[in-house]
């Protein structure tokens, strides 16, 4: 499998691991809802590091966290020792840029300007030199143009440079997102559910994808709901249930903490045993993501019981199923969250 | 209403029947030639005497001569017989109907007919019976009426539609037939094959068509602008908007904007030329200053297009900002009644304007663009207001004396630039040209300013920015866009674009009163008319708002007659447009990009792995 060897040599790569991100304490309240709690998270350079939890956990709440396009109730987030300012546009410009669990594409714009809007940052030139277009414009246009259309090779997008981007189907949609936050030359980049709705070989594609960027120098923190994808993918994975961090360190350890099983994969499906299986199985085509999505119960109705228990370690929890739920459970928060980043 | 009550027999028989029309009882063949006969007949009618006597206006007595109405007629006479010759695929005739010539034969028989039987039913209301027709007048009915049934018995492609079901009560399954037979009524009119594309060229005859096609629109825009009588103006209105639906269907449309947007520099340079011609195609100053008017007008939605079509910001009280430039203008222009005695040479007076305007702009956006939505409409809305009556009581006795209240500031002198007086007649290779025109051109050079700075600002880094903040502005924040910042450059731009517009306006109009700047009035520029004539023309384009202007601003004037309807009329219009077409006249770019890949996906399929 191509994908653990590059993973392998890989992990042997970070020699001077300075530290990306750091984010200390961080807890985001909804009035009385506690989405995220007091989580510590670090992100070396040349990391992939995996956020997984049920949904509901609070993954998304704490990248918009991370992003500024919440500011957290408490807690700090540093990228490369500085105080982020809580404005999503100075986080990007920092250089932590992100792609959305529901696709935020601009729709009506191509592919290729998709991508030039995430260069935004690392130009310069106004209105003025819009207008007057002198020679300094036509270079740096150009340049914007060139990285553009490197960034879209590098995702194998370039044959639909000048395709409406709302035109585009889902896989490839998810991609230019990716494209989109490179363009900004991110030092990290935040990737929400980037193989939500996606077939097993565009799965790996996007694998492939994940670990090239790495390999550009890029530190990348991943949230994921698809087991087999996480373990092989991250270095490091943290856990979140319950807007907590119940465990955080390399894929066995994860894999292999009980009360990980407990609270995420819930009870044994067939006899077979979960430890092993997201690593394990052979990759029964068409169920990648066999332990979330088989294990569909209704944990909605469980989930306010257990808020009020101390540990989410309930054995009887079992995860809810992903693909349905997913689309109706994130977008309505994203207007609020245009709001609540303005106000 | 035949036309619908017969198609529930349709739905019923399967789709394995061959094609047929809406008028299902004559037979393809005979039904094209009814086509071509009735528009060849419509074309000799034309030259045949309606009426006896001059008493209706444009003189349609004369044998061998059309007149008034009849020209529409022959035009669209011509149009219905071309196109029918090019479905029998006459040589000569084929390059017409690049997308197919059914659909547009449909639409001009329709403007045929509507313009032919518009005039008869006119000409009998207005003399007093349908015997005042000369046979002229009941040929060219009859002739009209032939090619459209033919028309319409040409054959379509149905579109699939469920049988009622039989258990439905009677009101049910009249509902669903009724909607069954709209919706293949519409199919009737409305199915287009993609254009062929245009074979290629070489460049001078491309730019031979460009300017063929430019001199068309002029053609038609000064005949319109010219129409005398009510008649004339609604048989114009008429003809020109099933003639433009049917050229629209019969693909020649799409391929002169294909033409046009590959040479995209040169075709603006051309209608440039061919606007600047236009003073010289009018004997006296009466139409020119339709032309002035609308030039502003025009300029001024084009830079609100800025603000609401490229950055999507709704701002209801433009007009407030031409206002702030106009009476900027007259305060320095030296006018007797301006408190201040300065007469600041033009240049000064239209940098103090747009300055002006500039700063009331970022003084309204400052605190308003930080938020979202609906604020900034209520806020713009209020500013509209608040200009004109802050205007209204500056007059010395409510407050201090500045704008002289509602009398406004009159007699406002005319331009002098290095010595030309605007207010005087020029002649110029035998062409009069007089004041009206004088600021015609005044007004041209203005708005070619403010197409520069759309067409630049808008295809570049910051353009990007506006139209990323209209698509989804919680993502545009995310890839680093200030977006309070670019909203706020947008704002001010346009409103200093505005302020430009208003320095010559109070030059034109002499006068300056607070009840030019109204948010709605039946005489455009107002707020309301602005914001239309972008959304009709088309947002975030550049041709859009100047045709959407040009429109308002005629109709208005011409429908005089209609009084107190006025407005009335215009909404109705309006919800129409809007109905059926929604992407505003000229639809933007990026939805002609849509157009474009239906046929080219299939050849990007292929994609690579990582
Ligand atoms: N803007 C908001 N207002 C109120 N509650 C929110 C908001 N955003 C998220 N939440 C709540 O926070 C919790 C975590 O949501 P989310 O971060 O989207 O979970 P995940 O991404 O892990 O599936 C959910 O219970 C959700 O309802
Ligand atoms: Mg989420």
Redesign the pocket.
Known sequence: MTTTTTKADATTEPATPETVLDARGVTMR?GG?T?VRDVDLTVRSGEIVGLI?P????????FNCLTGLYVPTEGEVRYKGQVLPPKSFKVTAAGIARTF?NIRLFNNMTVLENVLVGRHTRTKEGLWSALLRGPGFKKAEAASEKRAMELLEFIGLQDKAQHLAKNLPYGEQRKLEIARALASDPGLILLDEPTAGMNPQETRAAEELIFAIRDMGIAVLV?EHDMRFIFNLCDRVAV?VQ?QKLIEGDSQTVQSDERVIAAYLGEPIEGDAPTDAPADTPAPAGTPKAPATEAGAPEEAAAPKETTGKSPEKPSEKPSEKSSEKPS??TP?DP??GK?NDA | MTTISENPTAPATPATTEATGLIGFIPVHIARALTLGGGALTVASCFLAWTWTARFPGDLTVYGYPGGLQLQVLVAGLLTTLFALSSYGIKGTRWLTPAGADGAIKLAALAAFATAWYTVAAISIQLGGPVNLEPGGAVVAVATLLALVGALALPFERPATHPADPEDNGWDQFKHRASNGLTSFKAAFGTTGTPRRLPPLPTPVEILIIAGVLAVALGVFTYGIGTEYDELFIGFLITAGFGFAAVNKSGLLQQATQLTGKHQNLTIAGAFIAAALFPFTQTDDQYATLGVYILIFATVALGLNIVVGLAGLLDLGYVAFLGVGAYAAALVSGAPTSPFGVHLPFWAAILVGAAASLVFGVLIGAPTLRLRGDYLAIVTLGFGEIFRIAVMNTDGTSGPDITNGSNGIASIPNLDFFGFDFGAEHTIAGFTIGRFANYFFLMLLIMAVVVLVFRRSGDSRIGRAWVAIREDETAALAMGINGFRVKLIAFALGAALAGLAGTVQAHVTYTVTPEQYLFAGPIPPNSAFLLAAVVLGGMGTMSGPLVGAALLFLIPNKLQFMGEYQLFAFGLALVLIMRFRPEGIIPNRRNQLEFHEKDETPATLAKAGA
Not at chain 1, 55 to 62: D, I, Q, R
């Open positions: 909804f809802l989405a939890g949904n509901g956990a609070g993954k998304t709440t704490f669990q949230i979140l807007g459970e994130d928060h609020a969250s609540e």
